[in-house]
Structure formats: structure tokens, C-alpha cells
């Protein structure tokens, strides 16, 4: 028996790289899943999962259309039987020195991954209280709340703007047994990864995920599918009396308290 059997889950950002782990390992343990993401990858993802045996829907669309995720999450109900998890994932990163980022790219940020969110668990959480309770997942980053990089002003911004998200939440939802928690994800070989390594060093970018492991204590980028297993356990009932947490998942990239005392 699988640690989600019986469960209806909707996640956002399911094409590639974190939500598409979490697509993946959430159907391994017996969900059925509703994927969704602006690019049209996620069919495939989808059709992927549903030739091995799961239980799959699929959705292009965009998180900021909150009309469109609230049509998602009802057909989701409709075609499942009702909904127990929603992740909100979704998610965007581009770099850019503070006084140089244009107020597009600031909103770029701001649109997708705080008001995605907001639009996706607002669609959500009705179904989740009509099932008697659930569990929201949202993914945060170390970066913004714990650590920060120069370029990253609106990124940190956004997603540090997501663990007060979470803790709101999970106060104002607890007495209809809804939990809601998130995780902080370190570096993931995932394509997000892969374009910061382009916009930081476009001549050389495999040397920037180099780098980056070696800063890593466990001296490797995480598998998507290793953050998925920490999303499935939030979002399945052993986790049950966890509520308004925030969990690190970096390989213990935000230990080290300097680059050079003890080498």
C-alpha cells in the first residue's frame, strides 16, 4: 500500500524539473494527479505516467489566471471523486542586479510565484475542506529566507514571501484540519538550474553547477525525485501533525559558516 493511496493531489508546475518529481513519486505511491503548467510538456507528463499505470490528468494553463486554475481544480474533483493535496510549485528565477531589474521582471517574479500560489491554493482549498481535510505543499526556496545570492533580489523577495504565506495559513485553516507546510529546496539539476548556470556564465555554464556542488557538503545538486519524496511526505497523513513548517532540503548547502576557516 502506497503512502498516497486513495489521495487526489493537483500540482502546479509539472513539466519539468521539481514538479515533475513530484508528479512522479506522487503517482509511485499511489495518487491520482493533476498536473499543471503553462508549457504544453506537461500532456506528455501526463501520458507518461498514465501508460504506467496511473491515474493522470493534465492542464495547460497559466497560475495567474485564477479563473482557469479554479476550472482545473473542478474538473480534477469531478473526474477524481474530490481533491486531499495541492501543491503549489510553480515557479520562476530570473537574475538581475537590483538597480538594473526593470519592473517587469520584478512582477514577473512576483505575478508567478507569490500570486500562483495564492491563485492555486485559493482554488483549492475548498475542495480539500468539502474532503473532510488535506494538505497544502508549497515550495519555497533557501533562497530569500535563508540565504541570498547578489542578482536575486526578486527571487528572494517572492519566495521568502511564501513561508509567511505558509504560517498564515496554517493557523487560519487548522480547525478544518487543513496543514499546510513548505519545503526549501537548495540547488536540483532541473532546467530552472540549468538557465541560472546560462545567465550567470553564458560561456561556460556547466563550470557554474561545478561550483555549485562543490559549495554542496553532500557535493552534488539534488535529483528532482528526491524533493518529491519530501513533498509526498507533507502531503501524505504521516505527516500529520506537522502544520506551518518549513523544511530544508539542500544537502547542507546553508551550513558552512564560512568558505575558508578550517580549510
Known sequence: ???LDGKVAF????SQGIGEGIARVYAKHGAKVALVDIAPGVQDVAAELREAGAEALAFTLDVTDAAALEAAVA???RAFGGLHVVCANAGVC???NFLDMSDADRDFHIDVNIKGAWNTVRAALPRLIEAGGGSVVITSSVTGDIVADPGECAY????AALV???KALAVEFADRNIRVNCFQPGYVVTPMAEAIAVQSNPDD???VLTEMAK???LRRLARPEEVGELAAFLGSDESSYLTGTQVVIDGGSTLPESVSVGV
Open 1 to 3: 500500500m502506497g503512502k
Open 11 to 14: 500540482i502546479t508546475g509539472a
Open 75 to 77: 474538473e480534477t474533483a
Open 94 to 96: 530570473r537574475l538581475g
Open 156 to 159: 528572494a523577495l517572492s519566495k
Open 164 to 166: 509567511g504565506f505558509t
Open 205 to 207: 555554464p556547466e563550470s
Open 215 to 217: 559549495a554542496i557538503p
